[in-house]
C-alpha cells in the first residue's frame, strides 16, 4: 500500500460552516454580529491536560 497526497485546487474546495454553543442554542458562526465574533475568535479552547497542569502548579506553590 502506498501512501500519496491528495491535491485539491481551491476551485474543488468546500468551505466549513462551523457552529456552536451560544446562550444554550447552537447556531452557525457566520450569523454572529460584529461583537459577537470578536468574542468567538478571541476564545480559547479547554484541554483538561492544561488545566490540570494550572491546579498541579498551584498545588504545588500551597504546599511550599
Known amino acids: 500500500m502506498t501512501n500519496t497526497e491528495i491535491k485539491l485546487d481551491?476551485?474543488?474546495?468546500q468551505e466549513c460552516?462551523?457552529?456552536?454553543?451560544v446562550m444554550g442554542y447552537y447556531r452557525p458562526s457566520s450569523?454572529?454580529?460584529k461583537?459577537?465574533?470578536s468574542e468567538f475568535n478571541s476564545r480559547k479552547c479547554f484541554t483538561e491536560?492544561?488545566?490540570?497542569?494550572g491546579i498541579n502548579d498551584?498545588?504545588?506553590?500551597?504546599?511550599e
Open 10 to 13: 481551491n476551485s474543488e474546495r
Open 58 to 63: 498551584a498545588l504545588t506553590i500551597a504546599a
Open 17 to 21: 460552516e462551523v457552529w456552536t454553543r
Open 35 to 37: 461583537g459577537k465574533k
Open 49 to 53: 491536560e492544561k488545566a490540570m497542569m
Open 31 to 33: 450569523e454572529f454580529n
